[in-house]
Structure formats: structure tokens, C-alpha cells
């Protein structure tokens, strides 16, 4: 395809739950083998193994780890459990300095048990975030607030939309907070494309304080969802979303970043990995570049 350039194919990045059955040695050597050069990493299997030992172990492959997930959680009522989670998130910000990233994936929380106060909850995430983004960018961590479909948002994140996401960020420097554009979470959202081009700064406030876009995600959406609806993410092509357009509009708005395949799916984890990430990659030429 016209649009299939190499430099596109050096961006792919490989999320690590997206080949869970990976050790992280694996995950490297299979990435170096299949010529991914980025990878995001997730907190615990990178604590198990050492951050300093996983960070030297992606260098040494000739990789690079493109995000970290995740922190976030801010939305807890109780002084204790908000003090222990914002010390969670500067440890998550550590590591992810260790880890040669710039990039930390938060997940805002959901609403606390008994609540219905969807505002109030988004405004303690504002004040983690003030808490916090001096704290990373200082380290050269910036913090990236990924909205996630509605669906998440009683138990899991109540920033639904870019939009959301955006009016979170905006109130902080470019540099210290930005959002994630993860297609299965934001591909049904009619005012998608016109938010995209806000956090690119290509209109809106954002105009002002340079690109809010710190990652940019792949997923398709497939029908039905699995119970629980965490493991529902399909396959690039096999389902609904117009993965090109999305990456064209982020590129239009001016993001030049990894993109990063993220696809919790235990019909993936099931398969041989270098089968699936073989999979991946042709995938992403036919459908995204």
C-alpha cells in the first residue's frame, strides 16, 4: 500500500499483555526476531523480574520501551487509600524513568463504593494529577490519562472520553500531562476526529501548550463481549474499527510516536507467540499502514 512506509512499520510497538504468554526474555528476543522495535510494558511482571534487570534486558535487545502501565486510581474518598495511591503512582513514575520510557499509562479509577458522583470523581483525579505531573516531568515521565469506553466507567475509569480526558489535561503543562488515543475505547465517538486534532493542538486550547497525544493504541472491537468484558479485545481487522483512519487523523494532528498493538484476548494468549506476533505485524500492513 501507498501508505506503508518503513518508517511506519519502525513505530509498531508490541504491548506486553498482548502476548501474556511471553516471559519478558521471550517477549524481547521475539520482538528483536520479528523486527518490532518498541514494547509496552505492565508494572507487576516488570517488578517480578526486576526493573533494572528489565531494563537492561529490552536495551540490550535493541528495543525500547514505548509506555508503561499503569498508574492512576485516584478517585478513592478515604485520606489513607488517596496518600497510598499517590505514592503508588511516584513509584510507577520511578519506573518508568528506569525503564528509559516517557510515557506512564494511568487509569483514572472508577467511582467508590456507593457513590454516584461521576464530577467529583473526575476532580480528584484533576488534583492527583496536579499532585503528581511536577513529580514526573521532573524525572521526564509524562503522565497520560487514557479514557476508556463507558462501559468502565462505575468500576474502572470515569474519564470516558477524549474529551473528558482532554479537559483534564488542558489544566496542566503539555509537558507533565497528556492522553492516550486507544481506539477501542474511543472508535464509537462521533466527536473523535475534532478531539484528535485538540490534543494534536491543531485547534482548541491545546493550541497554546503543544501536543497533549503521549500514546497512541490499537485495538478492534468485536462482538460479543466476554463476561466481564475485560478480555473482549479483538484482533487487528477482525472487527469494527477504521484503524487507518484513526492513525491518519492522529498523524494529521502531528503525533510521530510508537503505535503500540494492546489486545487482551485469551484466544491470542492460547497460540503460538511468534505465530501471533507474525500475525500482528501483517495485520498492521493491511490495516493501519
Known amino acids: 500500500m501507498s501508505d506503508n512506509t518503513p518508517s511506519l512499520l519502525d513505530r509498531l510497538s508490541l504491548n506486553q499483555q498482548t502476548l501474556r504468554q ?156 497528556g492522553v492516550v488515543v486507544d481506539t477501542y475505547h474511543l472508535w464509537w465517538d462521533d466527536t473523535v476526529g475534532v478531539q484528535i486534532g485538540r490534543a494534536g493542538g491543531t485547534g482548541g486550547s491545546a493550541q497554546e501548550n503543544g501536543s497533549r497525544i503521549a500514546a497512541f493504541q490499537l485495538a478492534d472491537w468485536v462482538t460479543p463481549l466476554p463476561e466481564g468484558v475485560l478480555l473482549g479485545r479483538g484482533q487487528l481487522g477482525d472487527g469494527v474499527v477504521d484503524l487507518r483512519w484513526f492513525r491518519q487523523r492522529v498523524e494529521a494532528a502531528g503525533y510521530r510516536g510508537p503505535v503500540e498493538v494492546e489486545i487482551f484476548n485469551p484466544a491470542l494468549w492460547a497460540r503460538d507467540g511468534t505465530e501471533v506476533l507474525a500475525e500482528i505485524v501483517d495485520r498492521f500492513r493491511t490495516h493501519v499502514g
Do not use: I, K
Not at 511471553?22 to 507487576?44: H, N
Not at 513514575?93 to 483514572?108: F, H, I, M, Q, Y
Open 22 to 177: 511471553w516471559s519478558l526474555p521471550e517477549l524481547a528476543d521475539g520482538c528483536a526476531r520479528a523486527g518490532v522495535r518498541g514494547v509496552g510494558l505492565w508494572r507487576a511482571p516488570v517488578q517480578e523480574y526486576g526493573v533494572a534487570a528489565a531494563a537492561r534486558l529490552v536495551r540490550d535487545a535493541g528495543l525500547r520501551v514505548t509506555s508503561l502501565c499503569r498508574g492512576g486510581f485516584f478517585t478513592a474518598l478515604d485520606p489513607g487509600e488517596r496518600a497510598a495511591a499517590l505514592d503508588d503512582n511516584r513509584a510507577a513514575v520511578d519506573e518508568a524513568a528506569a525503564l528509559g520510557t516517557n510515557t506512564l499509562v494511568l487509569v483514572s479509577g472508577g467511582l467508590p463504593a456507593g457513590s454516584r458522583d461521576l464530577p467529583g470523581a473526575r476532580e480528584r483525579v484533576a488534583d492527583a494529577l496536579g499532585e503528581l505531573g511536577p513529580y514526573a516531568a521532573e524525572r521526564g515521565v509524562r503522565l497520560a490519562v487514557e479514557p476508556l469506553h463507558p462501559m468502565y466507567a462505575a468500576d474502572r475509569c470515569v474519564v470516558s472520553t477524549l474529551a473528558q480526558a482532554l479537559d483534564l489535561a488542558e489544566r496542566f503543562p503539555a509537558g507533565q500531562v
